[in-house]
């Protein structure tokens, strides 16, 4: 082979590994982070976490900052409050709290020290309580004793490690929220038109401002309440139909609210967000009867993660625009599975899910297995040039033609 052969076949090469990069820094770019998710492969693996008794009724989880899992839910069986952690790296559960009737409507959130905090309800007494080991042992306080504050917790955990609870007070129909930012509890109203709060979910901002997504059930929608303007004010989110029941709430890193939640009128997984500055609303799963129990979390390059109930079919489903646009999965199909279900994200974007297996009365677990590495131009140009010059050594050691 001559030296222009030689040369011509180095550089159309050259050209082809090169449009072979582009085309591979394009795709990466296409792929948030250039990291394959979810629903780039569907690569789900699920377990059961606790199968002592009908236990997993109202599961809320939450990941640290080593990537480990946290559990809250219900023991049906003896009525007690339950977490469960494979923080030690083998999975382990413990009763929190076991007087009375108590670990409904929980709800779960890790602070900077990687302590949990739980928020849940007393039926025993109509209590809504808390309990933590933040102090190195756990404890459990009574947050508000006002008596019948029935259905959805939801707990939250600001900067300064201060907690943050949603709820629903039963008697005079409201909406409530709780802190103990100025160190004791305290409590207030914050929405009192018709009956309000019924479900509901709380999140916390960058500058520790207060966000809760609830359900107005006098005129069966959406609303919204924030105390970022100096004091409180509510909002409608969505009016059309049925909607609100089984709603989440998320904030994003430019402090942009996300709500997924479910529309009773046309059994559709919605969700809603005021990302463009005024409030949107989008349908995410419309196949068969969908959106029960759904949990929302936005992960490091703010897409969205929602779990949810297929009521049809009694499967778990998952739903997400990281590609996107949103698609929607089933995860677990095995038997009746999917009620209470509650999403969280960890440090590799990586989604996990807890929620009830109804067949067996569990607790279950799923957790997304693929992880592709970031892929950075460097990476990839380094490979070229590698590439290149084993074409062009192994062209030098082709054998030549006698003159």
């Given at each position: 082979?001559?030296?222009?052969?030689?040369?011509?076949?180095?550089?159309?090469?050259?050209?082809?590994?090169?449009?072979?990069?582009?085309?591979?820094?394009?795709?990466?770019?296409?792929?948030?982070?250039?990291?394959?998710?979810?629903?780039?492969?569907?690569?789900?693996?699920?377990?059961?976490?606790?199968?002592?008794?009908?236990?997993?009724?109202?599961?809320?989880?939450?990941?640290?900052?080593?990537?480990?899992?946290?559990?809250?839910?219900?023991?049906?069986?003896?009525?007690?409050?339950?977490?469960?952690?494979?923080?030690?790296?083998?999975?382990?559960?413990?009763?929190?709290?076991?007087?009375?009737?108590?670990?409904?409507?929980?709800?779960?959130?890790?602070?900077?020290?990687?302590?949990?905090?739980?928020?849940?309800?007393?039926?025993?007494?109509?209590?809504?309580?808390?309990?933590?080991?933040?102090?190195?042992?756990?404890?459990?306080?009574?947050?508000?004793?006002?008596?019948?504050?029935?259905?959805?917790?939801?707990?939250?955990?600001?900067?300064?490690?201060?907690?943050?609870?949603?709820?629903?007070?039963?008697?005079?129909?409201?909406?409530?929220?709780?802190?103990?930012?100025?160190?004791?509890?305290?409590?207030?109203?914050?929405?009192?038109?018709?009956?309000?709060?019924?479900?509901?979910?709380?999140?916390v901002d960058s500058i520790d401002e207060i966000h809760i997504s609830y359900f107005d059930g006098m005129n069966r929608y959406i609303k919204y309440a924030t105390n970022a303007g100096g004091s409180w004010a509510t909002y409608t989110v969505d009016s059309t139909g049925d909607a609100g029941p089984?709603?989440?709430?998320?904030?994003?890193?430019?402090?942009?609210?996300?709500?997924?939640?479910?529309?009773?009128?046309?059994?559709?997984?919605?969700?809603?967000?005021?990302?463009?500055?005024?409030?949107?609303?989008?349908?995410?799963?419309?196949?068969?009867?969908?959106?029960y129990f759904t949990s929302i979390a936005v992960d490091s390059i703010d897409k969205i993660h929602i779990s949810y109930l297929d009521y049809t079919n009694q499967d778990l489903k998952y739903a997400t625009n990281a590609g996107g646009s949103w698609a929607a999965y089933t995860v677990d199909s095995?038997?009746?599975?999917?009620?209470?279900?509650?999403?969280?994200?960890?440090?590799?974007?990586?989604?996990?899910?807890?929620?009830?297996?109804?067949?067996?009365?569990?607790?279950?677990?799923?957790?997304?297995?693929?992880?592709?590495?970031?892929?950075?131009?460097?990476?990839?140009?380094?490979?070229?040039?590698?590439?290149?010059?084993?074409?062009?050594?192994?062209?030098?050691?082709?054998?030549?033609?006698?003159?």
């Amino acid at each position: 082979m001559g030296r222009g052969m030689v040369a011509s076949v180095v550089a159309t090469t050259l050209a082809a590994v090169l449009l072979l990069a582009l085309g591979i820094l394009n795709g990466a770019q296409d792929s948030p982070s250039g990291r394959a998710t979810a629903s780039d492969a569907a690569s789900w693996v699920f377990s059961t976490v606790d199968s002592a008794g009908n236990v997993g009724w109202y599961s809320s989880i939450a990941v640290d900052s080593n990537d480990k899992i946290h559990i809250s839910y219900y023991d049906y069986t003896n009525l007690d409050l339950k977490y469960a952690t494979n923080e030690d790296g083998t999975c382990a559960y413990y009763t929190l709290d076991s007087t009375g009737d108590v670990g409904c409507y929980s709800s779960i959130a890790v602070d900077s020290f990687d302590k949990i905090h739980i928020s849940y309800f007393d039926r025993t007494n109509d209590y809504v309580k808390y309990a933590t080991n933040a102090g190195g042992t756990w404890i459990t306080e009574i947050v508000d004793s006002l008596g019948n504050l029935n259905c959805w917790t939801s707990i939250a955990v600001d900067s300064n490690n201060k907690i943050h609870i949603g709820y629903y007070d039963h008697v005079n129909l409201d909406l409530k929220y709780a802190t103990n930012a100025e160190d004791s509890w305290a409590t207030y109203t914050v929405d009192s038109t018709g009956d309000v709060g019924y479900v509901v979910s709380i999140a916390v901002d960058s500058i520790d401002e207060i966000h809760i997504s609830y359900f107005d059930g006098m005129n069966r929608y959406i609303k919204y309440a924030t105390n970022a303007g100096g004091s409180w004010a509510t909002y409608t989110v969505d009016s059309t139909g049925d909607a609100g029941p089984f709603n989440s709430i998320a904030v994003d890193s430019f402090d942009k609210i996300h709500i997924s939640y479910l529309d009773f009128a046309s059994n559709d997984t919605k969700y809603a967000t005021n990302a463009g500055g005024s409030w949107a609303t989008y349908t995410v799963d419309s196949t068969g009867d969908v959106g029960y129990f759904t949990s929302i979390a936005v992960d490091s390059i703010d897409k969205i993660h929602i779990s949810y109930l297929d009521y049809t079919n009694q499967d778990l489903k998952y739903a997400t625009n990281a590609g996107g646009s949103w698609a929607a999965y089933t995860v677990d199909s095995t038997g009746s599975v999917g009620g209470y279900t509650s999403v969280a994200i960890d440090s590799f974007d990586k989604v996990h899910i807890s929620y009830l297996d109804y067949t067996n009365q569990n607790l279950k677990y799923a957790y997304d297995t693929e992880v592709i590495p970031e892929f950075g131009s460097s990476m990839i140009f380094s490979g070229v040039i590698v590439i290149v010059i084993a074409v062009v050594v192994g062209l030098r050691r082709l054998p030549r033609k006698r003159p």
